[in-house]
């Protein structure tokens, strides 16, 4: 008669066995080798830490087994196993004379015990096992069913992670901030718009250290002349703002747009992704980017604009609503809709990705997008509160704080259209003269940063979609963990 107690107890060491194949990330089936009442090998299923198919914790038990007894054959043993063996396990059991198998889950897709086939009985082998099954079954089953469920919910996972983008807000997506969100399984993107081509590659080449697959964003230049004297009577609207932070006073800076010198620097990195802003680029670098395999991305604020993405050879269209924070990517007259609407007349009109944003704040927003045809959802506002965003301290405190949307649509720190937390700024500069874009953008700079120095939330610009109060702070990881 079979020793039920004794098989129950050697079951339970390959269990073990099992959950630390488990904590490994491998398959959790364990086995042992029993020898005249004694363990002499012990293992677990190494597929995935080793890389090799033949890591079968049946095949590593019987190679421990073979150099303990100094045999290849492994008469008067028996070997407990979680799972029912596969066709290799099974040959190789039966090439080691292993007299008897005991095992405890069936597998109806792999077993060659007795689910499949019966190799383990089939009499025209010149070598046949007894065997029990069943033993600890329920147990051997559970931690194999636990494993698969998430292993299922962190491939549902991994897919989710990749239909959402980090939103590119010059001056804040630091790289720091697009390796963080690469690391939380997203794809990041740098915004390069104002930056010179010498300090784009070093950006560029900062997050190339960890990795190549991110967005880089660009501006593509507007044709918008201005002239000194407004720029003269636009900063003098400014000076009484300077003199309250004690700023002296400061010749006009030079108005400066590296665009070109911007795409040599990007082709020549070899990243992944490139998206444009305020407009298509020329034709020249659509096609040289298209040769290296770039995926380009443009930003669309109206049906007009999509269509005209999609001529130029975009390959995904950024969808943009009017919820959204900061300056959006329009460059053409049109109807500024809600992303819900405009997300749907842009589906209607283009036959490429699109990827949805403007006010994504939450799972369920992600959830909404998503099932409404987009590709992916670009978040920014969502993370301007986390550790690794380059936001200054004020920005992020004001954020927290807000409870609801205090966002107004403003000309006064950039010259374009944006949208921010209102402050005195914003307030008194509505009748004022602004420079156009971008030459209020470079007369606002040293007001805005010494604002900013100074933890002085009425002269700084705080861009923010209209679910700016749903930020939340934490590292990068963290909040994304909670959509």
């Given at each position: 008669?079979?020793?039920?107690?004794?098989?129950?107890?050697?079951?339970?060491?390959?269990?073990?066995?099992?959950?630390?194949?488990?904590?490994?990330?491998?398959?959790?089936?364990?086995?042992?080798?029993?020898?005249?009442?004694?363990?002499?090998?012990?293992?677990?299923?190494?597929?995935?830490?080793?890389?090799?198919?033949?890591?079968?914790?049946?095949?590593?038990?019987?190679?421990?087994?073979?150099?303990?007894?100094?045999?290849?054959?492994?008469?008067?043993?028996?070997?407990?196993?979680?799972?029912?063996?596969?066709?290799?396990?099974?040959?190789?059991?039966?090439?080691?004379?292993?007299?008897?198998?005991?095992?405890?889950?069936?597998?109806?897709?792999?077993?060659?015990?007795?689910?499949?086939?019966?190799?383990?009985?089939?009499?025209?082998?010149?070598?046949?096992?007894?065997?029990?099954?069943?033993?600890l079954a329920p147990q051997c089953k559970q931690i194999l069913q636990h494993f698969f469920a998430e292993v299922r919910a962190q491939n549902k996972r991994r897919k989710r992670m990749q239909t959402i983008i980090q939103a590119p807000m010059a001056g804040v997506s630091?790289?720091?901030?697009?390796?963080?969100?690469?690391?939380?399984?997203?794809?990041?993107?740098?915004?390069?718009?104002?930056?010179?081509?010498?300090?784009?590659?070093?950006?560029?080449?900062?997050?190339?250290?960890?990795?190549?697959?991110?967005?880089?964003?660009?501006?593509?230049?507007?044709?918008?002349?201005?002239?000194?004297?407004?720029?003269?009577?636009?900063?003098?609207?400014?000076?009484?703002?300077?003199?309250?932070?004690?700023?002296?006073?400061?010749?006009?800076?030079?108005?400066?747009?590296?665009?070109?010198?911007?795409?040599?620097?990007?082709?020549?990195?070899?990243?992944?992704?490139?998206?444009?802003?305020?407009?298509?680029?020329?034709?020249?670098?659509?096609?040289?980017?298209?040769?290296?395999?770039?995926?380009?991305?443009?930003?669309?604020?109206?049906?007009?604009?999509?269509?005209?993405?999609?001529?130029?050879g975009m390959d995904m269209i950024v969808v943009q609503g009017i919820e959204a924070g900061g300056h959006r990517g329009t460059f053409l007259t049109g109807e500024q809709l809600p992303l819900k609407q405009l997300l749907k007349n842009v589906g209607r009109a283009v036959?490429?990705?699109?990827?949805?944003?403007?006010?994504?704040?939450?799972?369920?927003?992600?959830?909404?997008?998503?099932?409404?045809?987009?590709?992916?959802?670009?978040?920014?506002?969502?993370?301007?509160?986390?550790?690794?965003?380059?936001?200054?301290?004020?920005?992020?405190?004001?954020?927290?704080?807000?409870?609801?949307?205090?966002?107004?649509?403003?000309?006064?720190?950039?010259?374009?259209?944006?949208?921010?937390?209102?402050?005195?700024?914003?307030?008194?500069m509505a009748c004022a003269p602004i420079a156009p874009y971008p030459a209020q953008h470079f007369l606002t700079a040293r007001l805005r940063s010494e604002s900013a120095k100074q933890h002085n939330a009425q002269f700084v610009s705080m861009w923010s979609g209209v679910?700016?109060?749903?930020?939340?702070?934490?590292?990068?990881?963290?909040?994304?963990?909670?959509?």
């Amino acid at each position: 008669m079979r020793d039920f107690s004794k098989d129950a107890y050697f079951m339970q060491l390959a269990l073990d066995e099992a959950k630390q194949a488990a904590r490994l990330g491998e398959v959790p089936i364990g086995a042992i080798i029993v020898y005249k009442d004694q363990v002499i090998a012990n293992t677990h299923n190494l597929c995935e830490t080793t890389q090799n198919p033949t890591a079968h914790a049946e095949l590593l038990a019987i190679e421990q087994a073979c150099r303990y007894l100094d045999d290849w054959r492994l008469e008067e043993t028996t070997l407990y196993v979680t799972l029912e063996p596969c066709p290799m396990c099974a040959g190789a059991i039966l090439q080691a004379r292993i007299p008897r198998v005991v095992y405890g889950a069936k597998d109806d897709k792999a077993g060659c015990v007795h689910s499949l086939y019966e190799l383990l009985n089939d009499e025209r082998f010149n070598h046949q096992c007894r065997v029990t099954q069943g033993v600890l079954a329920p147990q051997c089953k559970q931690i194999l069913q636990h494993f698969f469920a998430e292993v299922r919910a962190q491939n549902k996972r991994r897919k989710r992670m990749q239909t959402i983008i980090q939103a590119p807000m010059a001056g804040v997506s630091t790289p720091a901030f697009v390796i963080a969100a690469h690391e939380a399984g997203i794809l990041g993107s740098f915004g390069a718009g104002y930056l010179t081509a010498e300090q784009t590659k070093l950006a560029i080449d900062e997050i190339k250290k960890v990795t190549s697959r991110f967005v880089v964003n660009v501006f593509v230049p507007e044709n918008i002349a201005f002239t000194t004297a407004q720029m003269e009577e636009a900063y003098r609207a400014i000076r009484p703002f300077e003199r309250q932070l004690n700023l002296h006073e400061q010749p006009l800076p030079e108005v400066q747009q590296h665009f070109h010198s911007q795409l040599e620097v990007i082709l020549e990195a070899g990243i992944s992704h490139v998206s444009f802003t305020f407009g298509i680029p020329p034709a020249i670098w659509i096609e040289r980017f298209k040769k290296r395999g770039v995926t380009l991305i443009g930003t669309a604020t109206t049906v007009e604009e999509a269509i005209v993405n999609e001529r130029a050879g975009m390959d995904m269209i950024v969808v943009q609503g009017i919820e959204a924070g900061g300056h959006r990517g329009t460059f053409l007259t049109g109807e500024q809709l809600p992303l819900k609407q405009l997300l749907k007349n842009v589906g209607r009109a283009v036959n490429i990705p699109l990827i949805a944003a403007g006010g994504i704040a939450t799972k369920a927003h992600i959830d909404y997008y998503l099932a409404k045809g987009a590709s992916a959802v670009q978040i920014g506002t969502a993370l301007l509160a986390t550790d690794e965003s380059g936001a200054s301290l004020i920005h992020k405190q004001t954020l927290l704080a807000n409870t609801q949307d205090t966002t107004v649509l403003t000309r006064a720190f950039s010259g374009k259209t944006a949208r921010g937390i209102t402050n005195t700024f914003i307030q008194e500069m509505a009748c004022a003269p602004i420079a156009p874009y971008p030459a209020q953008h470079f007369l606002t700079a040293r007001l805005r940063s010494e604002s900013a120095k100074q933890h002085n939330a009425q002269f700084v610009s705080m861009w923010s979609g209209v679910n700016g109060h749903l930020a939340q702070a934490g590292s990068l990881k963290s909040v994304i963990e909670t959509l």
